[in-house]
């Protein structure tokens, strides 16, 4: 079973609207998060890491963590057509232990 | 700022081959991966190295060896490819600890005739 859990698998959204990623653990020693954007034809990206419950803004993108759910959710503000990208949800919880991703939600911002 | 070269960009195999993919990286990081992705889906992690000549098993390591020749390098060879078997596979780094994020290559786009 896989220890991250990413919905939904695909998105649309109007340009300017707001994007909402949700991603959900099963493991509670995750307790570093990470989200990674992936363009076609590139690797995947680090756009913004959360370790702490609550918030964390950075321009558009607002991450958010509830540690006591395992939920952790990214929210887009304003999408722009370049938004549109797989984007990964990953955890990890020792301090050498490994990243687990999960199985990515692929955004479309219609122009 | 530093980058991860991953050669070849593309690789054309037949079944039963052997292929090695190769990895540089000029971040100075500890830490090594191979990540495989099949098409719109998720990252496997095939095999990971925390430091110079380490390897370490993930998740999808069948059919698969690696090598860490120098802190630098992470090479991933396809013991024995398997016919129409597509996939683009992964290199990244990062520094040792938990909160430290992953630098990845652009990838290597395999394909087995």
């Known amino acids: 079973q896989q220890k991250v859990q990413q919905s939904p698998e695909s998105l649309s959204v109007p340009e300017g609207g707001m994007a909402s990623l949700n991603c959900t653990s099963s493991?509670?020693?995750?307790?570093y998060f990470w989200w990674y954007r992936q363009h076609s034809g590139e690797g995947p990206k680090a756009l913004m890491s959360i370790f702490s419950d609550g918030d964390k803004k950075e321009g558009r993108f607002t991450a958010h963590l509830n540690k006591a759910s395992l939920h952790v959710s990214l929210h887009i503000r304003d999408s722009q057509p370049s938004d549109s990208a797989l984007y990964f949800c990953?955890?990890?919880?020792?301090?050498?232990?490994?990243?687990?991703f999960g199985a990515g939600t692929q955004l479309i911002v219609i122009p | 700022g530093g980058i991860i070269t991953q050669t070849p960009k593309f690789l054309i195999g037949q079944e039963g081959q052997k292929l090695t993919l190769k990895c540089q990286q000029n971040?100075?990081?500890?830490?090594m991966y191979w990540y495989r992705q099949d098409s719109g889906k998720g990252l496997r992690l095939i095999y990971y190295s925390i430091t110079e000549n380490d390897l370490q098993k993930g998740d999808l390591s069948e059919g698969y060896d690696a090598s860490r020749e120098k802190k630098s390098s992470f090479s991933l060879t396809v013991t024995s490819a398997q016919k129409n078997e597509m996939a683009v596979f992964l290199c990244?780094?990062?520094?040792?600890?938990?909160?430290?994020?992953?630098?990845f290559g652009h990838g290597t786009k395999l394909s087995v005739l």
């Open positions: 990953a955890a990890r919880g020792s301090a050498l232990g490994r990243l687990h």
């Open positions: 990244a780094s990062s520094y040792r600890g938990a909160g430290e994020r992953l630098f």
């Open positions: 493991d509670r020693n995750f307790q």
């Open positions: 971040f100075n990081h500890d830490t």
